[in-house]
């Protein structure tokens, strides 16, 4: 597969759109969830997915392989999600912002804790996505979203323990 994959890539950075709609086919799914669950919202989930998909083509001829095709597109994709944030200013909401209503029930068929992941607040959430779920470090996540080292490292404090005490109810 991944032999495969390689040809897709080289060949989608030479032009070829079949090749890059076969890398979409392959990474669609994950580059939604990564945008679902920084956004908590389908509407915007898809629209981050389409707009990291734009950047991928625009960017692949850049693309030089010095990680792989999966944690570049990771990282387009979880950049891309954070400044749809920024642009709807949704990070801007204070601390003490409610938890949207269809967040809860966003995605019934999963896990207990995907669940509780979209019921955190804005801030908490996509501190605790992008460092225990992409790696990112507090000081990327910092400048990625434009608060204080120190204000990551609360947030994620906050939605540790906001995710064990909804878990440990059920």
């Not at 990564?34 to 509407?43: H, P, S, V």
């Not at 692949?60 to 950049?79: E, K, M, N, Q, V």
């Not at 938890?99 to 908490?124: C, D, M, T």
Request: hydrophobic share 45%; proline share 2%; net charge negative.
């Amino acid at each position: 597969m991944q032999q495969q994959l390689d040809s897709w890539v080289q060949q989608a950075k030479n032009g070829d759109q079949q090749a890059f709609f076969m890398l979409y086919q392959q990474f669609k799914g994950k580059v939604y969830a990564i945008c679902l669950r920084l956004l908590a919202d389908r509407a915007q989930a898809e629209d981050g997915c389409q707009e990291a998909f734009v950047r991928i083509w625009q960017q692949l001829p850049a693309f030089r392989g010095d990680s792989s095709f999966a944690t570049w597109l990771h990282t387009i994709a979880s950049r891309t999600a954070v400044d749809l944030w920024r642009k709807n200013k949704i990070l801007r909401l204070s601390t003490d912002e409610e938890v949207p209503e269809q967040a809860v029930e966003l995605l019934p068929e999963n896990s207990a804790l995907e669940q509780a992941i979209l019921r955190l607040p804005h801030q908490a959430r996509a501190v605790f996505v992008l460092f225990a779920l992409e790696g990112y470090q507090h000081q990327e996540i910092a400048q990625l979203l434009d608060i204080a080292e120190g204000s990551s490292k609360a947030q994620y404090h906050r939605a540790r323990q906001l995710l064990r005490g909804w878990l440990d109810e059920n």
